[in-house]
């Protein structure tokens, strides 16, 4: 099995094993459900040509593991952006999901 570290584990570096057979996979949409205790993020592809999402992955975790590993992501990208050059997201896609750069990301 092929080793490797997590990325965004912070201090405490811990070592994945990468089992054969896991499918590795990219995404272009995503859904999020909350229920009292699990965060549900179904992960999908998008069919340009039947405007149908293809599911990729469903990923199940504790409402705490999200809001950690969601600063995790955030921190990642805001180290990324610092490194190389900001991300610019198309004006339609943010005001689709009602986001305010100002307010929710640049500090």
Do not use: C
Not at 55 to 74: F, L, T
């Amino acid at each position: 099995m092929q080793q490797e570290p997590a990325i965004g584990a912070g201090e405490a570096e811990i070592e994945f094993l990468w089992a054969p057979g896991i499918p590795e996979v990219y995404v272009d949409g995503f859904r999020i459900r909350v229920s009292p205790y699990t965060i549900h993020l179904t992960l999908s592809v998008a069919n340009p040509e039947t405007l149908q999402n293809r599911v990729a992955a469903i990923v199940r975790m504790s409402p705490e593991h999200a809001k950690v590993m969601a600063i995790i992501v955030a921190r990642t990208l805001r180290g990324y952006e610092a490194s190389n050059a900001e991300i610019n997201l198309p004006v339609e896609l943010l005001r689709m999901h009602d986001i305010d750069l100002d307010r929710e990301w640049r500090r």
